[in-house]
């Protein structure tokens, strides 16, 4: 026992010298600053991130109009209804052309022959001949006339009309514009919302196009009834182009001095 004693005194001893250095961390200064783990790029402070979306529209003048039309023609056979067809939707087409419409704006966009049937009561269906639709697709570029093309149309022999929408051929300007306009009205929303949590806004730290998808808008068909010497009113209205983008910004304590601007990237 007399042997043990001295080696448990050295290990005691070595033990409690330790404690010291264990219990006497430094304590970080209260201005000291944040651990590295608090740190993000380039040694600043993490900080608070904003995401809006901002929308904008813009508007222009179309100068394109897009009709669908076509010829229903009734016969005894399917030869007979679709040589009538063909006969009148020729007519069409020529007055068309007549009109100044290009080769490259006109289009076939369907053709269907299908049987007619007849149903008695309490018998069965008979066929009693068959119907045939031929129907084009036309771009027209001078709208301030497309009323005149229409009566003309449907004094040739078309006899439906299923269809109207406006387009104009150059978009790029009132499309720059609708974006650039989203960009403010994102700004406008971030600084709003910064103002209301008691920061301000910082850098802008992303920007994204978020391209809105919109189809054309439905238009009721109709069945042409109109008269050669009356002029269908047409109202061409203005286009809309909108445009939605998504922005992330620094968010600032309201003290903190303004966020420096970044220095313009290295031309290449």
Do not use: C, W
């Amino acid at each position: 026992m007399t042997r043990l004693r001295p080696t448990l005194t050295v290990a005691t001893i070595a033990l409690l010298a330790g404690l010291p250095a264990l219990a006497q961390s430094p304590v970080p200064a209260p201005d000291a600053p944040p651990p590295s783990h608090m740190m993000g790029h380039h040694g600043m402070p993490h900080m608070a991130k904003l995401t809006v979306t901002g929308e904008a529209s813009a508007t222009a003048e179309p100068d394109l109009a897009i009709i669908t039309l076509g010829v229903s023609t009734e016969g005894d056979s399917a030869a007979a209804a679709m040589s009538e067809n063909s006969t009148r939707q020729k007519a069409v087409i020529d007055a068309l052309t007549a009109e100044g419409i290009e080769a490259r704006d006109i289009q076939t966009s369907g053709l269907n022959l299908s049987p007619r049937m007849q149903y008695d009561n309490n018998q069965p269906p008979k066929m009693v001949g068959y119907t045939a639709q031929n129907s084009v697709t036309v771009r027209v570029r001078d709208i301030a006339g497309l009323g005149a093309v229409l009566d003309k149309l449907v004094a040739t022999g078309a006899n439906e009309i299923s269809g109207i929408s406006f387009a104009r051929e150059d978009l790029e300007a009132a499309q720059d514009q609708a974006r650039a306009d989203a960009v403010k009205d994102a700004r406008r929303r971030a600084e709003l919302m910064a103002e209301a949590a008691g920061l301000k806004l910082g850098n802008i730290r992303a920007l994204t196009d978020n391209p809105v998808s919109e189809g054309p808008r439905p238009v009721m068909a109709m069945r042409a009834e109109a008269k050669a010497d009356s002029s269908v009113p047409i109202a061409a209205g203005e286009l809309e182009i909108n445009a939605r983008v998504s922005a992330v910004f620094d968010l600032l304590p309201i003290d903190a001095p303004d966020a420096p601007v970044p220095p313009p990237a290295p031309a290449n």
